[in-house]
């Protein structure tokens, strides 16, 4: 697949995005947390594999904040490998000779799912702001429907990392009974005040951007780049560890013998981060960022459980496998440790895994064979419960 030519400002609308694209809620609107009634909803999405007679080899994939739904293939606006091209295809970890793998991009996102870019089919214009502000809930709520509309009534396996991760567990306590395994990697019950801090430093870097225009930029012909950029750097950093930058770059310099005594970029790490943040604001939306940050800002499983998140997972017949990463400041271990805790109040089936590496938040999307190893017997082990063929 070659790479999308996109014309900025106005790319990235869902009539660019090649793949699979159904609609939702056409004949009853979708209630949102906030209370709005939204519908329909385009929903992106690409699948690998092939769904078995029973239909129950359905693993969801879900995805991290600036993730989408090409998890393995290439990718139509950069060109590079889908970002879990690691794990998921033909062999590998999740199998798409087994299994029959799904993944969409999330409601309020930039990649063909309904979102802040859209436009308003009350004024014809994008919305901006005007979209409504969703949860990870009503993430889950329309994955739900999409399953529904492919016919698959229990997933075998909902998985993901970070913001995937939240929405793996959202899964399995607003739909225990449409769920037999579910696999949350590098996450949380609840954002932490830390990573409501980081991510209102990126809202605020966009929000500062002069072509933000209140949200608007698209309607008036711009796009806050520059605000997006440095948002983007910002969350990047907290994706590694300090391990991880010292042994890429350290203090060396950037196509330089000397210092500049300048602001250009004198040191590697510097230039790298320019360029994670000027390669982002090509494939995503400014206000996208804006409102699924805010989404995961607003994460809590324990909060409609009057605060006990162990009551979260009640009678649940889930079975759970939890990783975490030694290094990964941004969702430490302690508090994956907490849902393990509070599954084994309940008595839930529940495993976990601390993988030691220095790759930081990112580890999920790396080479991390224990990582890796480890996730594949507890597949095939829940295959085995679930009466699939083996590999």
Not at 100 to 110: H, P, R, Y
Not at 153 to 178: D, K, N, T, Y
Not at 190 to 218: C, K, T
Not at 229 to 249: E, G, N, P, Q
């Amino acid at each position: 697949m070659k790479p999308v030519a996109l014309n900025r400002p106005t790319s990235l609308m869902q009539a660019d995005i090649p793949g699979n694209h159904v609609r939702l809620a056409t004949e009853e609107p979708l209630r949102l947390d906030c209370g709005v009634e939204l519908g329909p909803v385009t929903v992106a999405y690409r699948t690998y594999g092939t769904l078995n007679a029973e239909r129950s080899n359905a693993i969801l994939v879900c995805h991290a904040l600036t993730g989408d739904q090409f998890v393995a293939e290439t990718h139509p606006v950069t060109g590079k490998p889908g970002w879990w091209d690691l794990l998921v295809g033909p062999g590998k970890v999740l199998d798409t000779e087994r299994y029959f793998i799904v993944c969409s991009n999330v409601l309020g996102g930039c990649m063909g799912t309904t979102g802040p870019m859209d436009p308003n089919p009350e004024t014809g214009e994008p919305y901006g702001l005007d979209f409504p502000v969703i949860t990870v809930s009503d993430m889950v709520n329309v994955q739900a429907l999409l399953l529904d509309r492919l016919g698959i009534e229990q997933l075998f396996c909902v998985i993901g990392g970070s913001m995937g991760g939240m929405q793996a567990l959202e899964w399995a306590v607003r739909h225990p009974e449409r769920v037999f395994a579910a696999v949350p990697i590098a996450a949380a019950a609840r954002h932490s005040s830390q990573n409501i801090a980081f991510n209102e430093v990126g809202r605020q870097a966009i929000m500062a951007d002069p072509d933000w225009r209140h949200g608007e930029y698209l309607r008036q012909g711009c796009v806050p780049t520059r605000g997006l950029a440095v948002a983007r750097m910002a969350a990047h950093i907290t994706y590694l560890s300090d391990s991880a930058l010292h042994r890429k770059f350290g203090r060396r310099l950037q196509s330089r013998d000397a210092l500049s005594f300048g602001f250009d970029a004198d040191f590697q790490v510097e230039s790298y981060l320019r360029h994670q943040g000027s390669s982002f604001v090509e494939r995503f939306d400014a206000n996208s960022y804006l409102y699924i940050t805010r989404a995961m800002d607003y994460f809590d499983i324990a909060s409609e459980h009057d605060g006990v998140l162990a009551k979260a997972f009640a009678g649940t017949s889930v079975r759970f496998c939890l990783f975490s990463f030694t290094s990964d400041w941004l969702f430490p271990t302690i508090e994956s440790r907490e849902v393990v805790r509070a599954l084994n109040a309940v008595a839930a089936n529940v495993s976990f895994v601390e993988v030691e590496t220095d790759k930081g938040h990112d580890a999920f999307l790396l080479d991390e064979p224990e990582f890796a190893t480890t996730l594949r017997g507890f597949l095939d082990g829940a295959g085995k419960h679930r009466g699939l063929a083996g590999p």
